[in-house]
C-alpha cells in the first residue's frame, strides 16, 4: 500500500512540474510574439506611438525574466512537497 502510494505522489509531482513548465514556455512565447508584433507595428510610425509600442515591446520582454525565475521556484516547491504538506491541515 505505501509503494502504491509513494508512486502516485510521485506521478502527481511530474504532473505538476510538467504543468508548470509548459505554463512558463506557452507564456514566454506569447509575450516574446506580443513583444515581435508590437515591433513590427512600430516600424511604419514615427513620434509618440513608436515610443510608445517600444516601451510595451520592452516591458512584454522584461517579463520574461521574473516568470523563469518564479518557474524555479516553484519547481523547487513541487519537489519539496510543500503543497502536500500544506494540504494536510
Excluded at 14 to 41: H, I, P, Y
Excluded at 51 to 67: D, K, Q, R
Amino acid at each position: 500500500m505505501g509503494a502504491k502510494r509513494m508512486r502516485q505522489a510521485n506521478t502527481r509531482r511530474e504532473v505538476k512540474r510538467r504543468n508548470a513548465v509548459r505554463g512558463a514556455v506557452s507564456s514566454t512565447v506569447f509575450q516574446l510574439a506580443a513583444a515581435g508584433l508590437l515591433l513590427w507595428l512600430r516600424t511604419g510610425m514615427d513620434g509618440v506611438l513608436s515610443m510608445l509600442l517600444l516601451i510595451l515591446a520592452v516591458s512584454n520582454i522584461i517579463t520574461v525574466v521574473p516568470m523563469w525565475v518564479s518557474l524555479r521556484e516553484r519547481l523547487r516547491e513541487i519537489e519539496g512537497g510543500e503543497e502536500e504538506e500544506a494540504g494536510q491541515y
